[in-house]
């Protein structure tokens, strides 16, 4: 297009200065187009971040260089492994976070359209006929019929002298790397839910196995009860006690069992599936994962780096900083080039011969002189914008700061209630074996022997439950050191682009 420009222009009968002119404009706006930008340059925020974790790391946790990609491995459970990789797949959520990329890929590349010139065909074709009884009728006479065919191109170039363009794209470039860091995020996130949801089943699972085996222990009392009823060597008081410490211990299981139903739920929605289609699979009772002896974490520093919600923030910052540059860009003249070359004839045989031709070029500009301060204030608008997306890129990093504080303390703080409570069932284990003996020989009451069995139940549902809490409190940690994903991950979000 360019080259019939040119050819079309040599043949300008408007004169050599006029056409010198036309030439030197365009040029000198080309020759600068790329050199101008207006608005600030986006710097990456400097954050005031601690150098160290305020709780002392105990319970296996030391700081140093922490591969965070496949944290869940370290629990050391095929089953786990199989859940993360079939929700990695059908996760609807991930899927969707795709989407966004691709939406995001797409409008970038409709930003980056404008820095191209945009040509566009014409054609038409039109049959006229004068007025017999107009005001020119007398002069023309007769009326005719006329014919008029066009084929041609229209072509138009914007010069992005100050960067109006330019600024779009850089603002659509950093759009497009937030949306890829939201995949990440959803990764975090996602990978964190399946194994917390895993972890609740397998310590429901305990539980309940836990409350059927006092069930049973309860009811083997409960007939010994009555065995030395019957021999009128206990009052009725006995059998009626243990009749009721059995029924409070079964009422505990339709809980536990709903509790169960609601994780598997919530597990099988996660990998993309419906409601209750994970049961019979996982209904064979596993064991809770074991924790790992040792945890290296990083760096607070290091949170800037693999926290995905602090990287995906810091892009929305540099994305809205661009949009400075683009509603300030509006605050100078826009120059364009135009051209129309058209091939025009009466007679369609004559729409391909050399006289037919009908072309014009020329640049031109606009420049807003008056608009009621529009342009300024939307300026001072994208300004704004950008202070509060930079108090947000803050906001981010210390919130990112406390969930790893809170985590810290939950997962030590629990495993030191789970060593407690592990000698809590020791003792009351053995203390329902000595209890048992004392009352068949007479040497004790029913009574103890109740508050034994009551404390033993208690204590091992509570053993169980925090054995399931220490793993859920250090699966939050590894989410809130942002792990989960790698650098390479974008491969695994083109294969789900493909999918």
Same mark, same amino acid.
């Given at each position: 297009?360019?080259?019939?420009?040119?050819?079309?222009?040599?043949?300008?009968?408007?004169?050599?200065?006029?056409?010198?002119?036309?030439?030197?404009?365009?040029?000198?706006?080309?020759?600068?187009?790329?050199?101008?930008?207006?608005?600030?340059?986006?710097?990456?925020?400097?954050?005031?971040?601690?150098?160290?974790?305020?709780?002392?790391?105990?319970?296996?946790?030391?700081?140093?260089?922490?591969?965070?990609?496949?944290?869940?491995?370290?629990?050391?459970?095929?089953?786990?492994?199989?859940?993360?990789?079939?929700?990695?797949?059908?996760?609807?959520?991930?899927?969707?976070?795709?989407?966004? !990329?691709?939406?995001?890929?797409?409008?970038?590349?409709?930003?980056?359209?404008?820095?191209?010139?945009?040509?566009?065909?014409?054609?038409?074709?039109?049959?006229?006929?004068?007025?017999?009884?107009? +005001?020119?009728?007398?002069?023309?006479?007769?009326?005719?019929?006329?014919?008029?065919?066009?084929?041609?191109?229209?072509?138009?170039?914007?010069?992005?002298?100050?960067?109006? !363009?330019?600024?779009?794209?850089?603002?659509?470039?950093?759009?497009?790397?937030?949306?890829?860091?939201?995949?990440?995020?959803?990764?975090?996130?996602?990978?964190?839910?399946?194994?917390?949801?895993?972890?609740?089943?397998?310590?429901?699972?305990?539980?309940?196995?836990?409350?059927?085996?006092?069930?049973?222990?309860?009811?083997?009392?409960?007939?010994?009860?009555?065995?030395?009823?019957?021999?009128?060597?206990?009052?009725?008081?006995?059998?009626?006690?243990?009749?009721?410490?059995?029924?409070?211990?079964?009422?505990?299981?339709?809980?536990?069992?709903?509790?169960?139903?609601?994780?598997?739920?919530?597990?099988?929605? +996660?990998?993309?599936?419906?409601?209750?289609?994970?049961?019979?699979?996982?209904?064979?009772?596993?064991?809770?994962?074991?924790?790992?002896?040792?945890?290296?974490?990083?760096?607070?520093?290091?949170?800037?780096?693999?926290?995905?919600?602090?990287?995906?923030?810091?892009?929305?910052?540099?994305?809205?900083?661009?949009?400075?540059?683009?509603?300030?860009?509006?605050?100078?003249?826009?120059?364009?080039?135009?051209?129309?070359?058209?091939?025009?004839?009466?007679?369609?045989?004559?729409?391909?011969?050399?006289?037919?031709?009908?072309?014009?070029?020329?640049?031109?500009?606009?420049?807003?002189?008056?608009?009621?301060?529009?342009?300024?204030?939307?300026?001072?608008?994208?300004?704004?914008?950008?202070?509060?997306?930079?108090?947000?890129?803050?906001?981010?990093?210390?919130?990112?700061?406390?969930?790893?504080?809170?985590?810290?303390?939950?997962?030590?703080?629990?495993?030191?209630?789970?060593?407690?409570?592990?000698?809590?069932?020791?003792?009351?284990?053995?203390?329902?074996?000595?209890?048992?003996?004392?009352?068949?020989?007479?040497?004790?009451?029913?009574?103890?022997?109740?508050?034994?069995?009551?404390?033993?139940?208690?204590?091992?549902?509570?053993?169980?439950?925090?054995?399931?809490?220490?793993?859920?409190?250090?699966?939050?940690?590894?989410?809130?050191?942002?792990?989960?994903?790698?650098?390479?991950?974008?491969?695994?979000?083109?294969?789900?682009?493909?999918?």
């Amino acid at each position: 297009m360019g080259t019939c420009l040119n050819k079309r222009s040599q043949q300008m009968t408007t004169g050599p200065k006029q056409w010198i002119l036309t030439v030197l404009l365009g040029g000198f706006s080309i020759l600068f187009c790329s050199g101008c930008r207006v608005g600030p340059d986006y710097t990456v925020p400097k954050s005031t971040i601690p150098d160290a974790w305020h709780m002392k790391l105990t319970q296996g946790l030391s700081e140093g260089q922490a591969d965070l990609t496949t944290w869940w491995k370290m629990l050391q459970d095929p089953v786990l492994d199989d859940l993360i990789g079939r929700a990695t797949e059908g996760n609807l959520d991930l899927k969707t976070a795709v989407s966004r !990329i691709r939406q995001a890929r797409a409008q970038r590349s409709v930003v980056s359209g404008q820095s191209w010139p945009q040509v566009d065909g014409t054609g038409y074709y039109s049959r006229d006929r004068a007025s017999g009884n107009g +005001l020119l009728s007398p002069l023309l006479g007769e009326p005719d019929q006329t014919n008029l065919h066009s084929i041609g191109l229209d072509a138009s170039w914007e010069i992005d002298l100050f960067g109006r !363009i330019a600024r779009s794209v850089e603002s659509a470039d950093a759009s497009l790397e937030a949306t890829i860091e939201d995949y990440r995020d959803t990764l975090v996130t996602l990978y964190a839910e399946v194994a917390v949801s895993y972890v609740q089943i397998r310590a429901l699972q305990g539980r309940i196995d836990y409350a059927l085996q006092n069930i049973e222990l309860q009811k083997q009392t409960l007939e010994l009860t009555r065995n030395r009823f019957q021999a009128e060597l206990a009052p009725e008081l006995d059998v009626a006690q243990a009749e009721l410490n059995l029924s409070n211990t079964e009422s505990t299981l339709p809980a536990l069992e709903t509790a169960l139903a609601f994780s598997l739920n919530r597990l099988a929605v +996660l990998l993309g599936r419906h409601a209750g289609s994970l049961e019979e699979e996982l209904v064979a009772k596993g064991s809770i994962p074991s924790v790992p002896r040792q945890v290296v974490m990083g760096l607070p520093a290091e949170l800037l780096r693999q926290r995905p919600d602090i990287r995906r923030a810091e892009r929305l910052l540099a994305a809205q900083t661009a949009r400075i540059g683009v509603a300030t860009a509006g605050l100078y003249p826009a120059f364009s080039l135009s051209g129309t070359f058209a091939l025009e004839a009466t007679e369609l045989s004559d729409v391909g011969d050399r006289a037919s031709r009908t072309y014009g070029f020329g640049p031109a500009f606009r420049w807003n002189l008056f608009d009621g301060n529009r342009i300024r204030s939307g300026v001072q608008v994208e300004e704004t914008l950008t202070e509060q997306s930079l108090l947000q890129y803050e906001q981010t990093v210390l919130l990112a700061v406390e969930e790893v504080e809170d985590a810290i303390v939950a997962y030590v703080r629990e495993c030191q209630r789970k060593d407690a409570l592990q000698r809590s069932v020791d003792a009351a284990g053995k203390s329902v074996q000595l209890v048992n003996t004392l009352y068949r020989s007479g040497l004790t009451d029913f009574q103890n022997v109740l508050d034994m069995q009551r404390a033993l139940s208690l204590q091992q549902d509570r053993f169980v439950e925090s054995r399931g809490l220490v793993l859920q409190d250090l699966i939050m940690l590894y989410k809130a050191l942002g792990g989960g994903w790698s650098l390479g991950i974008e491969e695994e979000a083109q294969k789900q682009e493909q999918s």
